[in-house]
């Protein structure tokens, strides 16, 4: 017998199937692979209708059950095939998967890059193809690691969320998002990320969909439910909803105990291309809606959002009035330009900037991660023919503070656009202070009126649970927002709308669990996944069977003490 053939007859026998006799051609007998490809793209879609924009957050429950059964299709049909063809046919539904859940929810890259790249439509349309087929790569992992867990004997209810987490915490995004963001409108679901950040949201929404996936497979095959796996996801989802009611009213009581200020942000509907054209017009917007704000009521701070301002603040300046604030007698953190003299050239910085009520420069803070194809281009400086062919991208340098900026007793953190949806980044903000209010400043105009903005938001107001913080959140054109330290958004906007938000917030303290340790639940996570899908079969069934001899003994010496 030839050797694949041999390893044909071997997964057979496991599989308690007949051998396929020598010279049959498998190609011709392998089953329709079109059944497993539905079952992934069924999966992308309501995994994109789930997530925020379209915010259908009920579907990201089962989104990830039809890929499940599709994993479970193709190991059934791998018992009569060869292993490449089984691992071309699962990577088939795993690059499905993965794109389409992608293109879905990232629609609006086309435009995006369209705007801000000045490429033609059809070269806009591929990079976005590219992006998200790389984008997806995280999900096609996520299927090869289930398929090899699978045959390691390794339960889904404990790969699925061992794998999305790890691959989640590890695989580098160009736009860093969460499965676990689907419950960014469910409070009670939401505050565990003070624990281990939107990780354990992601482990969570896996355990539930492993959960419903076991009881679907054994109800359809007449077997015995998994009941103590529906107990667990009970009991997890049970305590999870106990911890989040308790730390709401313990949270919201704390808040309204500390010390407040009233904070203004002014949202003044520019578009794209208007600040440029007009900046005289942009800056006569930001001072008008301020000094309104200043008529409705107290007001100790106005927050302006990124490149508020379209010309470059001179070096070394620091009297701002005339040039910036003019009659507002409100301190203010804005979104500008700096230009500064440095020993390898002069360099551009996307600059927040923080003014006190007389005009006086207390500090600034420049965005450290910067935008690819909008703020620099990758190479760009190695090859500056690329900015030739790319005319609407910046030339900025990332800055390098991780600074909080000081405003009498508060101490701001404050990022900038994409900064926002990093929780390791944010997160350094606490590693050697305790910043009192997070304040983002953002420009989404480029991506138009589509759910980018929605999900900008989304990703964002997870950092106010995460370190018990109000975040102040101001764009240019939507969706500006004040959020509570509990997730819930006191007050928004609308997209491409002229508006202005008053509120007061409080100056919180203390760390929280995710503010010390950070990512700890990445670290299990991978552990465990290295476990399920590198340790051998026996290896797994033991470990598996661990918690149970342990329980036994326990029980044994209780009874021989007593």
């Excluded at 498998?26 to 992934?40: K, Q, Y």
């Excluded at 879905?104 to 998200?132: I, N, Q, R, T």
């Excluded at 407040?260 to 008008?288: F, I, N, T, Y």
């Amino acid at each position: 017998m030839t050797r694949p053939a041999a390893r044909s007859a071997r997964r057979a026998e496991r599989s308690g199937r007949e051998p396929p006799t020598q010279g049959t051609d498998a190609r011709a007998r392998s089953p329709s692979l079109l059944p497993s490809l539905g079952l992934g793209a069924l999966s992308a879609v309501a995994y994109f209708c789930a997530f925020p924009g379209i915010g259908l957050w009920p579907l990201g429950v089962v989104a990830l059950v039809p890929l499940l059964f599709a994993v479970d299709r193709e190991m059934r049909i791998a018992a009569d095939a060869p292993a490449r063809r089984t691992r071309r046919r699962l990577a088939a539904v795993g690059v499905l998967f993965g794109t389409l859940t992608n293109a879905g929810g990232y629609y609006w890259l086309v435009g995006m890059l369209e705007d801000f790249s000045g490429f033609p439509l059809a070269l806009c349309v591929l990079f976005a193809l590219l992006v998200c087929a790389y984008q997806g790569g995280l999900l096609a992992l996520l299927v090869a690691v289930l398929a090899r867990a699978r045959v390691r004997g390794a339960p889904s209810a404990l790969a699925l969320p061992a794998a999305f987490v790890s691959l989640e915490w590890l695989y580098p995004l160009l736009f860093p998002s969460y499965y676990g963001a689907i419950f960014h409108d469910v409070l009670p679901v939401v505050q565990i990320v003070e624990l281990g950040g939107p990780l354990a949201l992601t482990a969570l929404a896996g355990l539930v969909n492993a959960t419903v996936y076991e009881t679907l497979r054994a109800w359809r095959s007449r077997n015995a439910l998994p009941r103590r796996l529906l107990a667990g996801c009970g009991l997890a989802v049970g305590a999870t909803l106990g911890f989040g009611l308790w730390r709401i009213d313990a949270v919201d009581t704390r808040s309204a105990a500390s010390p407040s200020m009233w904070v203004g942000v002014v949202q003044a509907s520019l578009g794209k291309h208007d600040k440029w054209d007009d900046p005289v017009e942009g800056h006569r917007r930001h001072v008008l809606d301020t000094l309104a704000l200043e008529n409705e009521g107290p007001l100790d701070l106005v927050v302006w959002p990124e490149s508020a301002l379209s010309y470059v603040v001179p070096e070394g300046e620091r009297d701002l009035r005339r040039r910036v604030l003019g009659p507002i007698r409100t301190a203010a953190v804005w979104g500008g330009l700096r230009r500064a003299r440095e020993a390898d050239g002069t360099w551009l910085y996307n600059t927040a900037f923080l003014t006190d009520a007389e005009g006086r420069l207390l500090g600034h803070y420049d965005k450290t991660y910067l935008l690819m194809f909008g703020e620099y281009l990758p190479l760009g400086e190695t090859f500056p023919v690329l900015y030739d062919w790319s005319p609407q991208s910046g030339r900025f340098r990332p800055g390098r503070s991780v600074q909080p900026l000081s405003f009498g007793d508060w101490k701001l953190a404050v990022f900038i656009c994409y900064e926002a949806i990093l929780p390791g980044y944010v997160r350094r903000f606490f590693e050697r202070d305790e910043p009192n209010l997070l304040v983002n400043l953002t420009n989404d105009s480029w991506f138009g009126d589509t759910t980018e903005p929605w999900q900008h938001l989304a990703l964002a107001r997870l950092r106010a649970v995460e370190h018990r913080r109000w975040l102040v959140r101001s764009t240019n054109t939507g969706v500006s927002a004040i959020v509570d330290p509990v997730g819930r958004i006191v007050a928004h906007t609308g997209v491409f709308t002229r508006e202005r938000l008053r509120a007061r917030v409080h100056r919180m303290q203390g760390r929280t669990p995710y503010a010390v340790a950070g990512d700890v639940l990445g670290w299990l996570a991978l552990a465990v996944t290295i476990v399920a899908v590198v340790m051998p079969r026996r290896g797994v069934a033991w470990l598996l069977a661990l918690p149970r001899r342990l329980s036994r003994r326990w029980q044994a010496s209780t009874r021989s003490g007593a």
